[in-house]
Structures are given as C-alpha cells and as structure tokens.
C-alpha cells in the first residue's frame, strides 16, 4: 500500500501540475520526464528528513530511485492521457 501512494501521489500531483500549466504536448511529456525524476528524490528527502526513516544508505538505494522514477513517469503518462482523452469527450459531448 505504502508503495502504490509513493508512486501514485506524486504521479498526479505532475498532472495536476501539469494540467495547471497548459503546456504543448512535447512540452508536457518533457516536463513530466523531469518532475518525475524529482519525485524521486522530494520522496526520499520526505521519509529520510521528514519522517526520520529510511535513511540507510545502500548499494541498491541508486536501483530504487531508477525504479521508483520510471514507475512515476509510466502512471502519470497514462494519467495524462486518461485526462487528455476524457477532457475531449467532455468538449465533443457538450459542444
């Protein structure tokens, strides 16, 4: 569970972000690449800094930021797409 809100929190607060901003397209995925791998790290600053947990250092800390970055940029791409493809449905259906 701990997990699933890791990922899931940050993934739609860049969308939110995202959404605010509205930017082209390239320009969204570009920055969604970029926010994605700050999560990263604003993740780890929050458990380690904030919460004085997990702060070991380890060999496979570098593998967990690799995973948890592209973990974060697959759910908010497809959480950008949701969004994009249910906000035209939405103007063609009320237009």
Known sequence: MEGIIN????SILIVLVIHLL???SLFRFVLIICLA???TF???FF???????NCASDPLVG???I???VLVMAA???LEIIRTNLLDYLKSKYS
């Open 37 to 39: 791998i700050a999560s």
């Open 67 to 69: 995973t948890h970055s």
């Open 63 to 65: 593998v967990g930021y």
């Open 76 to 78: 908010s791409f497809v």
């Open 22 to 24: 509205k930017l082209v």
């Open 7 to 10: 990922v899931l929190l940050p």
């Open 42 to 44: 604003f993740v780890d």
């Open 47 to 53: 458990y380690c800094e904030i919460l004085k947990s």
